[in-house]
């Protein structure tokens, strides 16, 4: 798979199959600290969940544009996560159960990720990569065209004995598996997970 460097080149210079595979591989992260860092309930984590992605697809992908490359994009993620989480819970009069506190008007800065964003974002990538092991040939392949090797539409359908529309349609099918399969093997408390799609 894609580094996080390659992926987020890909997102910002417009690559649709880019942005699924992004939100794909960081979902399980960011709604992992919305759930077991900062607690907040169901409704309040998923507004927050799609937030977000907004914001990093906002303004031409300008906050991912701002990500050094250096490491993992974790450590850029993880900060616009909490911050985010902190104005929520900020806006209801509620402090966070660590009692840190950010610069409500300032942008986030990278910080080293803990040891647990790590394993969360290395559990997200093992996770993700089993959930294709365990597709059937077909849908592997269609995953290996339209994100590791990037081709269009036309090439898929060319290539698969398909038509175009069918390919969108099987590609949208093969992302809600995938979701699916990523969801089920959350530990109980993200067990939930995001019900929406934030695009």
Not at 115 to 136: I, M, T
């Amino acid at each position: 798979m894609h580094t996080d460097q390659e992926l987020i080149h890909r997102l910002i210079d417009g690559d649709p199959a880019a942005a699924d595979l992004f939100v794909l591989r960081f979902s399980r992260f960011v709604w992992a600290i919305l759930v077991r860092s900062f607690r907040l309930p169901q409704a309040q984590a998923e507004e927050i969940y799609q937030e977000v992605f907004l914001r990093l697809w906002e303004d031409d992908y300008r906050r991912l544009t701002l990500w050094s490359g250096q490491g993992s994009f974790a450590s850029y993620l993880g900060p616009i996560v909490r911050h985010l989480a902190l104005d929520a819970l900020r806006a209801q009069g509620r402090r966070p159960l660590d009692g840190s506190e950010e610069g409500q008007n300032r942008e986030p800065r990278e910080t080293e990720p803990s040891p647990e964003e790590l394993a969360l974002v290395q559990e997200q990538r093992r996770v993700l990569q089993q959930a294709v092991e365990g597709l059937s040939e077909r849908d592997r392949e269609l995953f290996q065209r339209r994100f590791e090797r990037e081709q269009s539409y036309k090439e898929i359908a060319a290539a698969m004995s398909m038509t175009v529309n069918h390919v969108g349609v099987a590609l949208k099918r093969l992302e809600t598996r995938l979701i699916r399969l990523i969801g089920t093997a959350k530990s109980p408390d993200e067990a939930a997970g995001p019900r929406e799609d934030v695009r």
